[in-house]
């Protein structure tokens, strides 16, 4: 009940992007913990929400035509707060739907992954579906899988747009699902502009900020640092720079980067934009132990709605964050490696919608994803 109102909010904000499930494509999703998403909220210029949803999406039960299937699923590294909520519902939701399920942990090792790609081929799959460790290794991957006519569909980490042309030109069962890095970076930077300073705390005519990034070959860290800042810029508003380091998608590293940050640069730090939710959990440590306050004299932004994000939206302890919809990318995935299997051509590229994330529906999302 609560997996179908879900998807009818999910359905209804997607107006620009695609959703899973929704009958036609798919969307994509954070993972487990805390699940999140939806609506627009006060802040958010965007699409969304408006289309009423088709109804009846099947996010409690199995993923139709892959009865029978045998899928391998391989995952960057389980140690990530996302890709757990993520793999875990996409495990689910392929073996309710009757599939023989087995995920391999890549342990951020691409070596290692490509190792149990292979053993996928040789133990002759139906259909792989692979969160790269890196992205550049798409057209070995790709390569490999395609020479043993086995379809891939990537996840999370999208392989480059020349990649992708390849796979058009040659007509290589290989897609990539997943959301669009930029939206979630412009709505982070939505809901700086949606506060009462537009994020110039003090006055001084500029929003000085701190930015904690994922890991920088992977392009949603690339895409949410431009366009965070570019959404700010775009607005008129003048920035500043104070600091910028890789925290690869870490609570701890975040907590560190930003506790250097504040040590640094003090009350000039008026905004910390986090590639993600774990690393915006860190930051908010990070700020707390400097004695600062969110919303009164710093603004704190992540990407996810992990459960502890969304409880400190909720708690004004986080500015906002923006829903990584990994039910609809699981989903989407899942039917993609169907539609594969069943001899299906599919576009390289099948998009899921993010959703800004505030304190006026943090609740909503949180209670719908529990
Ligand atoms: C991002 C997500 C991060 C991390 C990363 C792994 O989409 O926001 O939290 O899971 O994927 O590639």
Excluded at 27 to 39: I, K, V
Excluded at 213 to 226: L, V
Excluded at 248 to 265: C, F, H, M, P, S
Excluded at 282 to 308: C, F, H, S
Aim: hydrophobic share 40%.
């Amino acid at each position: 009940m609560k997996k179908k109102v879900l998807a009818l909010l999910l359905c209804g904000a997607m107006a620009v992007g695609m959703l899973t499930g929704c009958g036609s494509k798919p969307a994509d999703t954070p993972a487990d913990t805390s699940t999140p998403s939806e609506t627009p909220a006060a802040t958010t210029p965007a699409p969304a929400e408006t289309t009423p949803a088709p109804a009846e999406t099947t996010a409690a039960d199995g993923c139709p035509g892959v009865d029978g299937l045998n899928i391998g699923v391989c995952i960057y590294k389980f140690d990530d707060n996302f890709m757990t909520l993520y793999r875990t519902e996409l495990q689910r939701y392929l073996e309710a739907g009757g599939a023989t399920v087995t995920v391999m942990d890549g342990k951020n090792d691409q070596a290692e992954q490509t190792n149990q790609i292979q053993n996928f081929i040789t133990e002759g799959v139906d259909v792989l579906i692979v969160n790269l460790v890196q992205s550049t290794a798409a057209a070995n991957i790709t390569d490999l899988c395609s020479a043993a006519d086995i379809p891939v569909v990537y996840i999370n980490r999208e392989p480059d747009d020349d990649e992708k042309a390849r796979w058009t030109a040659d007509g290589t069962k290989a897609t990539y699902v997943g959301a669009d890095a930029r939206q979630s970076g412009t709505f982070q930077g939505e809901i700086v502009l949606n506060t009462a300073n537009k994020g110039d705390i003090n006055g001084d005519g500029k929003v000085s900020y701190v930015m904690v990034m994922g890991d920088p070959e992977n392009i949603d860290a690339q895409y949410r640092t431009e366009f965070s800042i570019k959404a700010l810029t775009d607005a008129g508003m003048e920035v500043e720079k104070l600091d910028e380091q890789r925290g690869d998608w870490d609570q701890a590293r975040g907590q560190e980067i930003v506790a250097n940050a504040l040590t640094n640069y003090g009350e000039q730090v008026e905004v910390v934009f986090c590639n993600n939710d774990a690393m915006a959990l860190g930051a908010k440590q990070a700020i707390e132990a400097a004695g600062r306050t969110v919303g009164t004299d710093i603004y704190l932004l992540g990407v996810d709605a992990l459960t502890d994000a969304l409880e400190g939206v909720i708690a004004g302890s986080i500015t906002g964050t923006v829903f990584n919809d990994h039910i609809g990318q699981s989903h989407a995935a899942a039917e993609a490696a169907a539609k594969f299997a069943a001899g299906e051509t599919l576009d390289t590229l099948i998009g899921v919608d993010y959703i800004k994330v505030t304190q006026e529906n943090a609740q909503e999302i949180l209670d719908l994803l529990k």
